[in-house]
């Protein structure tokens, strides 16, 4: 069961309540805006924390020293 916190706007955060998807089917372009944002900030995540083997390569600095670079 899928549910929203729900923010009243023009009340504090105490009147904030938990709702049902099913309960929110007069708000469903709302909702669906949310899953929107919600899906590219998750998707953005995602890639940031993506490893790729290059992200491991040696790199060579002058003299006797030698660094690796790690992303993520």
């Known amino acids: 069961m899928v549910k929203y916190l729900v923010w ?3 009340f504090i955060a105490e009147n904030d309540t938990w709702k049902k998807e099913k309960d929110l089917e ?3 372009e709302v909702v ?3 899953e929107r ?3 590219t900030k998750v998707r953005q995540q995602e890639k ?3 490893v790729r083997e290059e992200d491991f390569r040696s ?3 002058h ?3 030698t660094t ?3 992303h993520g």
Do not use: H, P
Request: proline letters at 0%; zero cysteines.
């Open 63 to 65: 003299g006797r020293y």
């Open 37 to 39: 944002r919600l899906s």
């Open 68 to 70: 690796k670079m790690l």
């Open 48 to 50: 940031a924390e993506t």
């Open 8 to 10: 009243w706007k023009e």
């Open 59 to 61: 790199r060579e600095l």
């Open 26 to 28: 007069n708000t469903k």
């Open 32 to 34: 669906a805006k949310f």
